[in-house]
């Protein structure tokens, strides 16, 4: 018996899977030059597409240790005079979740063009039951040299990865990063991208299509509490740009961010005591808007960070700062998210858009 997903597939070739081509293709690992992967900052030393390393200096949480084999936020850049474009991946599941598509938990997209200046081309098409596809991204296109930024799936990940390129077709370094700079974003499941539509819509890697340099992002849905150990690990991140914290909505309590806020701080400045840093606090939920206990709770955590960040300030740690997340969705909050927490992608653009000038200006670029 045909299920419905697939009747309605079959309504539309438009909606259908890709059929596996390996025949017509020239495959390239991405962990090979002249590949540059990004928002892994421990892929030289474990070779895996992980965020944490496989063996921390600090103890993490189980939760905190799976989240980080997700690849939200990772990114592989290159130049192809390629005609045509493909991926073939192995994930660690197949699509799981009610509330995010399965172009954004299991799926990669593509851009072309260079930061600043890249469009949108395609996703990945597959069966939800598997666990590993292969999937035509561009084919057809005029054989001339492209810049290609694909965004790895946000909440599975990934065992392998391969690129398939027209046979006899250059492959050649991305150029588009100004600096060897990263910017490294600490927080909850908003951070980590849902629930965005695809990975390319969650607002770390829409900010990444803004800026000549490499985004990494510490997205842990659910488990991001400020814990120490997470700080230790970030800290030893090389060649950071700034560190954004936007870790509220999962802090299990006031008292417990009051506490781990300044401690947080104060850890990662005992190694960068320059670098500018970015508290972000929680932004708005739908149901605020008939629960004032909930608003209340929110004004009163937005609070303390601003108190927290302006007294670091007076103690002479001047590169801080303090963003209102209540503002960040707009005025039509209420229509920017998928379950009345997480943003949808309209949520995510409105984000991007109102932390571009913020991130512009302490970056200064």
């Known amino acids: 018996m045909e299920t419905t997903a697939n009747s309605n597939q079959n309504l539309d070739v438009n909606l259908q899977p890709d059929a596996p081509r390996s025949d017509q293709w020239e495959w390239h690992s991405p962990l090979a030059a002249p590949f540059r992967i990004t928002g892994l900052p421990w892929l030289e030393q474990d070779g895996l597409y992980r965020r944490l390393p496989l063996h921390p200096s600090h103890p993490i949480r189980s939760e905190v240790d799976r989240l980080a084999n997700f690849t939200t936020g990772v990114q592989v850049r290159f130049q192809t005079d390629s005609p045509k474009l493909a991926v073939r991946i192995a994930l660690a599941d197949k699509a799981t979740m ?20 890249q469009q949108y081309i395609n996703t990945t098409r597959f069966e939800l039951a598997q666990a590993e596809y292969e999937s035509v991204l561009f084919e057809a ?20 990865l391969w ?35 695809r990975p390319g ?38 060649d950071p740009a700034m560190l954004v914290l936007d870790y509220e909505g999962n802090t299990p309590s006031t008292d417990h961010l009051a506490q781990s806020l300044p401690t947080f701080i104060r850890i990662y400045r005992e190694v960068h005591p320059n670098i500018p840093i970015l508290v972000i606090s929680q932004i708005r939920f739908a149901k605020e808007a008939f629960d004032d206990e909930l608003r209340q709770r929110r004004e009163a ?46 949520g995510y653009k409105h984000m991007a858009e109102r932390l571009r000038p913020v991130f512009m200006q302490l970056l200064q670029i």
């Open 98 to 117: 009610y509330q995010m598509p399965a172009t954004a938990q299991c799926g990669v997209d593509c851009y072309i063009g260079s930061a600043g200046e």
């Open 141 to 160: 296109f005029s054989m001339e040299m492209r810049e290609v930024t694909l965004n790895l799936p946000l909440y599975q990940g990934v065992k392998e």
């Open 163 to 197: 690129i398939g390129t027209a046979p006899h077709s250059s492959v050649a370094e991305f150029q588009g990063f100004s600096s060897d700079k990263k910017v490294l974003l600490y927080g909850t499941s908003i951070t980590h991208g849902a629930c965005a539509s």
């Open 201 to 238: 819509m969650a607002y770390p890697n829409q900010l990444s299509r803004m800026f000549p340099l490499e985004f990494v992002s510490l997205g842990f849905s659910g488990n991001a509490q400020g814990e120490p150990e997470l700080a230790y690990l970030i800290r030893q991140i090389n």
């Open 301 to 346: 955590r937005k609070a303390l960070q601003r108190g927290i960040v302006e007294r670091l300030i007076q103690e002479g740690d001047a590169p801080i700062y303090f963003c209102d997340g209540s503002e960040l969705l707009g005025p039509d909050y209420q229509e920017c998210t998928t379950d009345g927490i997480h943003p949808s992608d309209l």
